[in-house]
């Protein structure tokens, strides 16, 4: 539930909006932009596969899409943030003269946010302040480069930002980044301490898919069982790259499916002559 909260409490249209000028789409998928994203509800192989698992994950991995929590981009977050207190107060988290504090010992609930590269001020900051309307003491902790490394290799944060690119086709990195016995080794990727036999089965049954076929459905169900723990607030992709350039240059009709193709280009003069035409239009 707390988790969950986290995550209400983050405006993302209003940051895309205002501070990445709507470029990004928000992500929803640990493997994002791919066929292994899990998509709608679990259905056919995928839903026979996690039929086992009922009662031991969240029941929104059968009966809910994920989404993330949407906002109108105006900045006032306050639906979310009425349902995100909602959440803290069943977790036990109430409000005490607006701090939120354990029902059971009175101990305030505090986060640390840490970062080493001032240009993600812009995003926590705003999501500080939402966390704080929810009664929760907030501090930004900018540490240089070294630290950042030393204390994520010990696990030694409350809260901060990680990208993680996943493969085509998974393998025994998934062990590092979601396997329980990974969770408490020092410089371990599992950054979020996921400790959950459900998600260490459903990697193995990755790694022994005797087909893509198969390893696609394990990996869907795989990707919705760790989108309903709330083990992290979706950010955002870019599923594509923005390039400027003066139009003189010519490149094969037939590109690579995943790469520029900047790597092979030629200069052409009719394009050339057609640009310097505009320019001295303009002038």
């Known amino acids: 539930r707390i988790r969950a909260a986290l995550d209400l409490a983050f405006d993302y249209e ?103 590269s001032p240009s993600f001020e812009r995003v926590f900051g705003p999501y500080a302040r939402n966390l704080e309307r929810l009664g929760i003491a907030v501090s930004l902790r900018l540490v240089d480069p070294s630290q950042y490394i030393k204390r994520l290799e010990d696990h030694d944060f409350d809260i901060t930002t990680q990208r993680f690119v996943q493969q085509l086709s998974p393998g025994a990195e998934l062990w590092d980044y979601f396997g329980s016995a990974s969770a408490d080794q020092r410089g371990t990727r599992n950054l979020a301490g996921i400790m959950d036999p459900v998600v260490d089965e ?61 790597d092979t280009w030629w200069f052409d003069a009719e394009k050339a002559e057609k640009l310097t035409a505009f320019r001295k239009s303009l002038n």
Not at 48 to 75: C, H, I, M, Q, W
Not at 209 to 234: C, E, F, N
């Open 14 to 116: 209003w940051t895309n909006k205002n501070i990445f000028y709507g470029l990004y789409k928000r992500m929803a998928s640990y493997f994002e932009n791919s066929d292994l994203a899990a998509r709608g509800l679990p259905e056919g192989a995928e839903l026979v596969l996690l039929e086992p698992y009922r009662g031991r994950v969240p029941e929104g991995v059968f009966t809910s899409a994920f989404k993330p929590p949407t906002t109108d981009g105006s900045g006032r977050n306050r639906k979310n943030l009425r349902q995100a207190g909602k959440l803290l107060e069943a977790a036990g988290w109430v409000l005490q003269d607006g701090t939120r504090v354990s029902a059971a010992n009175g101990e305030a609930l505090t986060f640390e946010i840490l970062y080493f």
């Open 202 to 262: 459903l990697i193995g049954k990755i790694l022994a898919a005797p087909d893509r076929g198969s390893m696609k459905v394990a990996a869907r169900a795989l990707d919705r069982v760790l989108l309903w723990g709330h083990y992290i607030v979706p950010q955002w992709y870019k599923g594509s790259h923005g390039l400027v350039y003066w139009n003189k240059f010519s490149r094969p009709e037939t590109l690579a499916e995943f790469s520029l193709s900047l």
